[in-house]
Every structure is written in structure tokens, then in C-alpha cells.
DNA sequence: CGATTTGTTGATCTTACTCAATAATCGTGG
DNA sequence: CCACGATTATTGAGTAAGATCAACAAATCG
């Protein structure tokens, strides 16, 4: 096994970075807001930050870790919502309800950033640009969803998996971090309940693209060779469906 | 094919019932989100609201008819993205882009309420439970869209059929129409693009719902025979995956 | 009324699921 | 630090749900 690199990073003014755009709000605005919204807590390897049903009072932004967002029906079976890397926020399905909708966990040691979203109202009525970025966000995420629609009706086992791959590296990419090499945070299990497959599809796939030469998989190590065909693979709009 | 029913319901003050949470609001507060926002539109069958690319000015409701909202990959193959009925809003998934990010059109002759974005933020900003409403419709989006997700990594053909009549029917009754007697708007393709599904597979399917006495099916005209076993085959938690 | 689109039904094929066995990895406590 | 049990991942064989292809029927539209 190689030596594991540091996956982890974190955002120094977490709020700014999340869920301000920082070029439109001004240092005193912004300092207002960290003052007003940040809140820091460790969340150990498969506890959770919040639990379905429990009442909802923040959103949540990973500072360094990853969390998986999922949600139980009534025949017990697991489905897995989303997964958030360092700088994505989460909870936002749940301003529309008391309570929040779905559970989330962390997949290893991390640390999220508390947003008490009574406070997060109250500054983006005050400051304009706050409740702008706000409204982009939710937006944002809206079209996500809907490119994830097109994913799971529409696209083959390795088409969705190159799809999961590609948007994965960019998002470490954005962080700063080794688009070609990183570690998964998840099990094939979570990626293939997330993706509609089974679990042995998911690792066929890998197989498959290990010995054409695109990726190279050990254990949670990935290492993508050949980006451009993942990409050609993946064919989806754009080339990614999480902002 | 049996007389059409009146399937087209209009609503008397548009922002009103679409994008305000009307207890919440002051008459007053009421007149002044309806003075800036309300602006009707007829759109004939087969027209367009709005196209993917155009630039971004405005969220629609529908007042009547049905719109269907769809987007286009590069290899030319369509996804449709929702269905929306009188009372709902659509283009949301716009807001975070400078222009429309899938295209609108009616599927039978329409009447849409335009809400320039503009007069929505800037109205928000001034009344706090304009905002909150906004925040919350957006947030039930995007939780309807997880539950959507749900729907097509899990569910069987029979499941998402069931599961999509169930939420038509649910959406009418919502709008005082008969829950269990009703006119689909949207072709056969359209349901098995939205769905995943192959018109092939939706064709089977109705016919064998049909068979088994839950459906009553003639041609778009449709009526619920057994809306509790509809309920027992879709068994989708909570019933609903759209507002 | 004829042409075109839309919907239905049947036969065959394919992808990914299920079941099953084995291998690797992880986590825990001695 | 190593050993053990438990979980997680891989690989193979057989199956099934739904896709595709094809033909025909019905509805819609000009």
C-alpha cells in the first residue's frame, strides 16, 4: 500500500469560503459573518454530524474529512444522497422542514463548520450579496441533481463510474489537491448504492479500467492514467455534475 | 375517447399562491410582490418559455396547462428534467448561471406568470418571509430531486410508473381536480425519457396495471381504479418526490 | 381523408443483478 | 506488533429485467 497522502485540507476562514463569494462582499461584511457563523467541531469515523428526523438547525460545510449524506426508507434500505469533500456545504434539503431529511456521516476523521441557519436568514436579509450567493447555491445544487438524473437514466455501469471519477478529481482539483491521484474516502458499497449499481458491478468496472490502462486502483488508492479518455468515458455535459 | 375534462385551472393572484407563503405575508406586502412580479403569458402547444442558453431574466409559474422542462446532451439525446402543472414553479435550476440552463415548453396550450429574478431578490430582501419562502421552495427542490434519485437507482419499471401516477395524482389534488381521474399531458415518450425507462417499457407496464384492475387507461385519459394498490407497488417513502 | 406521429405488442438480446466462493483489508485486543 | 475475526472487495456462473428491433395499430393533424 502507498503511503497515504495528506487528502485532508482546511479552509482558514470557513464561511468565507464556503458560503460567501468573496469578491462581493467586503472585508467588514465578511468579518461579520465568520463572527456571526462559524462554528467548528470534530466528527470522529462514522459518527454523525446530524441524523434524520432530528430538528434541524444548521447547515454544515466540511473543513477537512468527508461526509456521506444518505437517507433510510421504510424497508430499511439505505440510499446514498451525496458525499461532501473539504469546502462543499450539506443540509441544504432540509431549510425546507423542521427536521432534516436524510442523515450524515463522516466516512473518516473530519471536522465541519456549523452555519446556524437562523443566522444565515438574517445576514443574507441584510446583506444583499449574501442572500445573491444564498440563492446561486441552492440553485446550484437544484442543477446538480438534475445532471445526476441524466446520469442514472441514461448511462451505462461505466459511463456513471467515469462520470463519479471525473467530478471527483475536480473536486480535489479545486481543492488544491492531485486531480490524478487521491484516495476514496467511500466503499465500493457507497458508490455503488449512489450510483444504482451493485457492488460487484462497481468492481468489475474498476477491473475494466485498470486493464485498459485509464486507471490504476489499489485499494482506496486511485490513480487516473488517462484522464482525457475517463473523460471521453464519462461524455457528460460539461464534464462534471457537482459544482 | 371520452369527453376531456377540464383539466386547466387557473390561479386568481399568481405570485400569491406560487412563490408567497400567503399566511405569513401582509395584504399589503401581498399587493406589493404581486404589483412587481405578476405577468401573464400564453404559450401555445409545442412553444417554448424559454430555451437552454438563453440568458437568464425570469422564474415562470404555471397559471394553466402543463410545461415540460428538458435539456439536450451533446450526442443530440434528450432528458427531460420534470413536468410542471398549474400552481408550480419552474426555472429554478437557472438562478446560480447567467442563462437557462435547460429549455421550457408546452405540452398543450398554456398560460405561464412571469416573476422577473430581479423583482424576486430585491422584494426578498425587503420582506423576510418572501426570502424564507424562496429559501424553502429551493430547499424542497432539491429534496424532491434526492428522492427522484431514489426512484431510479432503486425501483423497478412497475415501482417508477406507480410511483409517477401516484405524484400526478397527488399534484391535481392539490389543485381541488379529481385525484383518481385525470388527462396525462405528456406522451409515452416523454414518461419513459423522464423515468428511465424504454416507451416500450411504459406501454407494458400500463397495460399490465390495466390487467390487474389498479389502472383504467385510454389513450392519455386515465383514470385510478385502485389508488391504494397503486401506493402499495410505488411504496415511496413519504408518498411524494415533488412538492 | 391520407400522411405522419404516437402507442402497442411480440421476439430476441444484453447489461447488470444475484448468488456463491474466495481473497484482501481493517480494526481490535492480546 | 501480530493474530484473529469481521468487514469489504474481487471474481465467476447463471439469471432476469428491461432494452432493442420489428411489425402493426391507433390517434392526430393538416
Redesign the pocket.
Known amino acids: ?1 502507498n503511503k497515504p497522502q495528506n487528502h485532508t485540507v482546511t479552509c482558514h476562514a470557513c464561511s468565507l469560503n464556503v458560503i460567501c463569494v468573496p469578491q462581493s462582499l467586503t472585508p467588514e461584511e465578511i468579518d461579520l459573518v465568520d463572527s456571526k457563523v462559524q462554528r467548528g467541531r470534530a466528527v470522529q ?1 462514522n459518527k454523525h454530524v446530524f441524523e434524520d428526523g432530528q430538528q434541524f438547525t444548521s447547515l454544515y460545510a466540511v473543513r477537512s474529512g468527508a461526509i456521506k449524506a444518505y437517507s433510510v426508507d421504510q424497508n430499511g434500505e439505505e440510499q446514498v444522497i451525496g458525499f461532501y469533500l473539504p469546502g462543499e456545504l450539506f443540509g441544504l434539503d432540509a431549510i425546507h422542514n423542521d427536521a432534516y431529511v436524510c442523515s450524515a456521516k463522516a466516512l473518516e476523521t473530519s471536522a465541519v463548520c456549523e452555519l446556524p441557519y437562523a443566522q444565515v436568514t438574517e445576514l443574507s436579509a441584510k446583506i444583499h450579496n449574501l442572500q445573491a450567493h444564498m440563492y446561486k447555491t441552492l440553485s446550484k445544487e437544484i442543477n446538480t441533481d438534475q445532471q445526476f438524473h441524466r446520469l442514472l437514466s441514461k ?6 463510474i467515469s462520470t463519479f471519477l471525473q467530478n471527483l478529481s475536480e473536486r480535489y482539483q479545486r481543492r488544491k489537491l492531485s486531480p490524478t491521484s487521491f484516495r ?1 474516502p ?7 448504492n449512489y450510483l ?12 475494466r479500467l ?1 486493464q485498459n490502462g485509464i486507471l490504476k ?4 488508492e486511485l490513480q487516473i492514467l488517462d484522464l482525457g479518455k475517463l473523460c471521453d468515458i464519462a461524455h457528460s455535459e460539461g464534464c462534471e455534475f457537482r459544482s
Open positions: 500500500m469515523r448511462k451505462t455501469a461505466e459511463e456513471r476514496l467511500m466503499s465500493r458499497t457507497d458508490i455503488g444504482g449499481l451493485a457492488v460487484e458491478t462497481v468492481s468489475r468496472v474498476f477491473t485498470q486502483v489499489d485499494g482506496k
